[in-house]
Antibody
Framework: EVQLVESGGGLVQPGGSLRLSCAAS????????MNWVRQAPGKGLEWVSFISGTAGSTFYADSVKGRFTISRDISKNTLYLQMTSLRAGDTAVYYC??????????WGQGTLVTVSS | QSALTQPRSMSGSPGQSVTISCTGTSSDVGGYKYVSWYQQHPGKAPKLMIY???ERPSGVPDRFSGSKSANTASLTISGLQAEDEADYYC??????????FGGGTKLTVL
């Protein structure tokens, strides 16, 4: 059974940094590209970032480009999102997800990041 | 990377049908077959209801169907049931390994 478990969320001050983790199990981690998707309180879903299976390619939404870095450790079956220069607008539940546009579609339960002083 | 356009809210009575639209551009919805729909209940992760425009994952009732015409995709729910009350999001591949979501539609079953 595919499982994605996010961790690392919490309260951080504006301008601060935070690293999210997503522990993956139940599948061959390197076989799948991974994504981070976020959802601000009471708002819709927003795609944040993509990383290829071998970590050779990364892509970002314009809203986070230059501030967030996605990475993965295949030996640990773990996906990361390093977030810097955080703003109030980054407050959201962050999900790691396998998005393919096909029936292969899995999401974690999310981790809440709150940016506030 | 502009969000796809969905109606903010829709409603219907049990047994009725509703169709939720999702309008994008030729760079996303109109350009690829990778259009999907999610159902999200409060506090839960999104659940895939439709993929590849009109395909249903196993376990999703056939009351849910999808279609696409040009830059607009649609989700139709027939025979509305109380448990269908949720938020619905479309999403589409937008090229270069990027994805774009719709703003979401809150469906109320009256």
């Amino acid at each position: 059974e595919v499982q994605l478990v996010e961790s690392g969320g919490g309260l951080v001050q504006p301008g601060g940094s935070l690293r999210l983790s997503c522990a993956a199990s139940g599948f061959t981690f390197s076989d799948y590209a991974m994504n981070w998707v976020r959802q601000a309180p009471g708002k819709g879903l927003e795609w944040v970032s993509f990383i290829s299976g071998t970590a050779g390619s990364t892509f970002y939404a314009d809203s986070v480009k230059g501030r967030f870095t996605i990475s993965r450790d295949i030996s640990k079956n773990t996906l990361y999102l390093q977030m810097t220069s955080l703003r109030a607008g980054d407050t959201a539940v962050y999900y790691c997800a396998i998005l393919t546009g096909t029936v292969t579609d899995y999401w974690g339960q999310g981790t809440l990041v709150t940016v506030s002083s | 990377q502009s969000a796809l356009t969905q109606p903010r809210s829709m409603s219907g009575s049990p047994g009725q049908s509703v169709t939720i639209s999702c309008t994008g551009t030729s760079s996303d919805v109109g350009g690829y077959k990778y259009v999907s729909w999610y159902q999200q209940h409060p506090g839960k992760a999104p659940k895939l209801m439709i993929y590849d425009v009109s395909e249903r994952p196993s376990g999703v009732p056939d009351r849910f169907s999808g279609s696409k015409s040009a830059n607009t995709a649609s989700l139709t729910i027939s025979g509305l049931q109380a448990e269908d009350e949720a938020d619905y999001y479309c999403y589409s591949y937008a090229g270069s390994h990027t994805w774009v979501f719709g703003g979401g539609t809150k469906l109320t079953v009256l």
